[in-house]
């Protein structure tokens, strides 16, 4: 599982900055990710378009649609519109916990599938 802290960013160039170190990290290995499984905290942190597309950019080029995404810190109706607008099949949790329980819930019903 990947975790993802963008927690009290207050500004977008400081989220741009660390979503472009999260890619840089996530591909400074030779061999591509396998772990689809992501946690993100964005708690206290600005939500705007740019960033949402940002992140949209950087889960299409690890996973695609098979990476299983958990959010938490999304609070306002209008954060959770702009997020479900740019990024389809994020989970937005209302704690860490839940978070985490869905993600392990969710990769045990692609082990069962694969295994079938």
């Known amino acids: 599982m990947v975790f993802l802290d963008y927690s009290n960013i207050q500004k977008e160039e400081e989220y741009e ?13 030779d061999t591509e990710p396998k772990n689809n499984l992501t946690l993100i905290d964005v708690t206290n942190s600005i939500m705007c378009i740019e960033v949402i597309s940002e992140s949209s950019k950087l889960r299409a080029k690890i996973g695609g649609k098979n990476l299983l995404v958990a959010i938490v810190g999304i609070t306002s109706e209008l ?3 702009m997020v479900n607008a740019f990024s389809e099949n994020f989970y937005l949790a209302d704690s860490m916990k839940q978070a985490k329980d869905w993600l392990i819930k969710q990769a045990k019903k692609r082990e069962k599938k694969d295994e079938g």
């Not at 660390?18 to 400074?28: G, Q, R």
């Open 17 to 29: 900055k660390a979503i472009h170190e999260t890619d840089k990290v996530i591909f400074s290995h």
């Open 79 to 81: 954060q959770k519109v």
